[in-house]
């Protein structure tokens, strides 16, 4: 007899249906696994047969055939244990193979039998809600996150007998008060006070602009001067996450934890890994189960590389294709795993090897040459596609002392401001596929409905024809014109502006 059932084989974010046949027939007791197992899949012989035993629920002393289908699908993990049990389970007849034939089934078996919490629920249970299937069998641990995929079923248990009496296995019951309180805690990301900032109006004002139009920003400084604390201040300038994006960021972050999410993600994540990354931990990969990076895991949020000079040159340039489409693509032979990218960068850099290149408080010990091969890390094409280039300056012993009388700008205020030039944004690109300026295509921009008058565009097309920037950062200064615009409440750029969006650009020049 053979017995159907399926699971989910996710290469990246997108997951593919699985077919799991099971077939009991005559020869040498064996358990054979066929269809392009991994490693990791291929022991779930042994793994499957050992929590049978210690379940209650021995598997047949028989020859044991089980296919994943289509064959040529490469299968990764542990994920398809539960379903490999139960259709072995089912062509025995120790449970309906009716009632396993339309459920998919999700989780690794621990050798007594339990089910263990699995990366991947999220991202595996969407894609095979989108194929049509709404009743899923998940590890107790999964359940909070199984459950954030709306209009679909879930049937959480806590071991392979309790998911064997579901589909009507006649085991002694096992009491399932353990499932309400099974799987950890989710963190909460700090969010910190942007009226802790002293002096730097330019990098404030520069921070608030890149939160409201989705900018990316490159900010330059010698140590002390707050580049890093003004980078942390971003994700607390951003509006909370829309269904959709949360529901992205979620499944990324469920991918690449080892803690499982036990709510929806509702805040943009902020990533910052060392300069020491490689090109794989930065952008995603691995040998056969293509894990996502920091890039992948900023998407919707802010990924912040301090020291940026410091990394690989190879590496950062990993990130100039994800700038651009918004999606990071990682080719193997055999498939090619795609994850969101879609995030705001924010790098910071010293301005030389010693780091106190123009510091009034300080004597740079480094050579013309040595500062600009220190600089030249990080190449034009990357730099080109940084909207916002300002300088980050140390505060001054009166800024101190005169910041103690002065109003600050605070995170909830500045975040007000934030959505409301983002509401601007929306309601003006209505008709448009954007709803970013950040997003908008310079063509738009140049000769669209919304072009801007030759008379404020003056300063803007000076520098062009004088080399200071090129077209590319001609339509990056339009696009932080009109994000300005949106903060000041105004209907469309003018030269003042222009002149402010010229200048974030350029300043670190």
Same mark, same amino acid.
């Given at each position: 007899?053979?017995?159907?059932?399926?699971?989910?084989?996710?290469?990246?974010?997108? &997951?593919?249906?699985?077919?799991?046949?099971?077939?009991?027939?005559?020869?040498?007791?064996?358990?054979?696994?066929?269809?392009?197992?991994?490693?990791?899949?291929?022991?779930?012989?042994?793994?499957?047969?050992?929590?049978?035993?210690?379940?209650?629920?021995?598997?047949?002393?028989?020859?044991?055939?089980?296919?994943?289908?289509?064959?040529?699908?490469?299968?990764?993990?542990?994920?398809?244990?539960?379903?490999?049990?139960?259709?072995?389970?089912?062509?025995?007849?120790?449970?309906?193979?009716?009632?396993?034939?339309?459920?998919?089934?999700?989780?690794?078996?621990?050798?007594?039998?339990?089910?263990?919490?699995?990366?991947?629920?999220?991202?595996?249970?969407?894609?095979?809600?989108?194929?049509? %299937?709404?009743?899923?069998?998940?590890?107790?641990?999964?359940?909070?996150?199984?459950?954030?995929?709306?209009?679909?079923?879930?049937?959480?248990?806590?071991?392979?007998?309790? @998911?064997?009496?579901?589909?009507? &296995?006649?085991?002694?019951?096992?009491?399932?008060?353990?499932?309400?309180?099974?799987?950890?805690?989710?963190?909460?990301?700090?969010?910190?006070?942007?009226?802790?900032?002293?002096?730097?109006?330019?990098?404030?004002?520069?921070?608030?602009?890149?939160?409201?139009?989705?900018?990316?920003? %490159?900010?330059?400084?010698?140590?002390?001067?707050?580049?890093?604390?003004?980078?942390?201040?971003?994700?607390?300038?951003?509006?909370?996450?829309?269904?959709?994006?949360?529901?992205?960021?979620?499944?990324?972050?469920?991918?690449?934890?080892?803690?499982?999410?036990?709510?929806?993600?509702?805040?943009?994540? +902020?990533?910052?890994?060392?300069?020491?990354?490689?090109?794989?931990?930065?952008?995603?990969?691995?040998?056969?189960?293509?894990?996502?990076?920091?890039?992948?895991?900023?998407?919707?949020?802010?990924?912040?590389?301090?020291?940026?000079?410091? +990394?690989?040159?190879?590496?950062?340039?990993?990130?100039?294709?994800?700038?651009?489409?918004?999606?990071?693509?990682?080719?193997?032979?055999?498939?090619?795993?795609?994850?969101?990218?879609?995030?705001?960068?924010?790098?910071?850099?010293?301005?030389?090897?010693?780091?106190?290149?123009?510091?009034?408080?300080?004597?740079?010990?480094?050579?013309?040459?040595?500062?600009?091969?220190?600089?030249?890390?990080?190449?034009?094409?990357?730099?080109?596609?940084?909207?916002?280039?300002?300088?980050?300056?140390?505060?001054?012993?009166?800024?101190?002392?005169?910041?103690?009388?002065?109003?600050?700008?605070?995170?909830?205020?500045?975040?007000?401001?934030?959505?409301?030039?983002?509401?601007? @944004?929306?309601?003006?690109?209505?008709?448009?596929?954007?709803?970013?300026?950040?997003?908008?295509?310079?063509?738009?921009?140049?000769?669209?409905?919304?072009?801007?008058?030759?008379?404020?565009?003056?300063?803007?097309?000076?520098?062009?024809?004088?080399?200071?920037?090129?077209?590319?950062?001609?339509?990056?200064?339009?696009?932080?014109?009109?994000?300005?615009?949106?903060?000041?409440?105004?209907?469309?750029?003018?030269?003042?502006?222009?002149?402010?969006?010229?200048?974030?650009?350029?300043?670190?020049?």
């Amino acid at each position: 007899m053979v017995a159907r059932t399926h699971s989910v084989a996710l290469m990246g974010m997108t &997951g593919s249906m699985v077919e799991v046949e099971a077939d009991i027939g005559n020869g040498l007791p064996t358990l054979m696994i066929i269809g392009l197992p991994d490693t990791a899949l291929a022991d779930s012989r042994d793994r499957v047969r050992s929590a049978a035993a210690n379940s209650g629920c021995p598997l047949p002393t028989a020859k044991i055939t089980v296919n994943l289908s289509p064959a040529a699908l490469p299968k990764h993990g542990s994920t398809f244990d539960l379903g490999i049990a139960m259709s072995i389970l089912a062509a025995a007849g120790s449970i309906s193979a009716s009632s396993i034939e339309g459920v998919v089934h999700l989780g690794e078996l621990s050798l007594d039998g339990r089910l263990r919490p699995m990366n991947g629920v999220l991202p595996a249970i969407a894609a095979a809600a989108r194929a049509g %299937f709404t009743k899923f069998v998940v590890p107790a641990g999964n359940r909070r996150e199984a459950e954030l995929v709306p209009g679909v079923v879930i049937v959480p248990v806590i071991s392979m007998r309790d @998911a064997a009496i579901f589909h009507g &296995g006649a085991f002694e019951h096992i009491d399932r008060d353990a499932i309400e309180s099974s799987g950890a805690a989710d963190d909460l990301e700090p969010v910190h006070e942007l009226a802790d900032v002293i002096g730097n109006p330019d990098a404030v004002l520069a921070m608030v602009a890149a939160a409201a139009g989705g900018h990316h920003v %490159f900010l330059l400084g010698p140590p002390g001067a707050g580049k890093t604390m003004l980078a942390s201040r971003l994700p607390g300038l951003l509006p909370d996450l829309g269904t959709e994006a949360a529901l992205e960021v979620t499944a990324v972050r469920s991918l690449s934890r080892a803690s499982v999410p036990q709510a929806l993600v509702t805040r943009p994540p +902020f990533e910052s890994p060392h300069h020491t990354a490689t090109a794989a931990a930065l952008i995603g990969g691995g040998s056969r189960q293509i894990r996502p990076g920091a890039a992948a895991r900023a998407s919707n949020g802010v990924l912040f590389l301090d020291e940026a000079p410091e +990394f690989a040159t190879n590496v950062l340039d990993c990130l100039r294709q994800p700038l651009e489409s918004g999606v990071i693509s990682i080719h193997r032979a055999n498939a090619v795993a795609r994850f969101p990218g879609r995030f705001q960068l924010v790098l910071a850099a010293n301005p030389c090897p010693c780091g106190q290149y123009g510091a009034i408080d300080s004597t740079c010990t480094c050579t013309p040459n040595t500062r600009r091969r220190y600089l030249a890390r990080l190449s034009g094409p990357l730099l080109d596609r940084i909207d916002i280039q300002v300088q980050v300056r140390r505060v001054t012993a009166a800024e101190l002392r005169l910041s103690a009388d002065k109003q600050r700008l605070t995170t909830e205020l500045a975040r007000g401001q934030v959505n409301q030039a983002r509401v601007a @944004a929306a309601d003006r690109l209505t008709s448009t596929p954007w709803r970013l300026n950040s997003e908008v295509s310079g063509a738009w921009l140049r000769a669209g409905p919304r072009k801007l008058s030759p008379a404020a565009l003056t300063s803007l097309d000076r520098a062009l024809e004088r080399g200071g920037i090129t077209m590319r950062g001609y339509d990056r200064i339009l696009r932080v014109a009109w994000t300005l615009a949106d903060l000041d409440g105004f209907d469309h750029p003018g030269s003042d502006h222009i002149g402010r969006a010229l200048y974030l650009r350029r300043s670190v020049s």
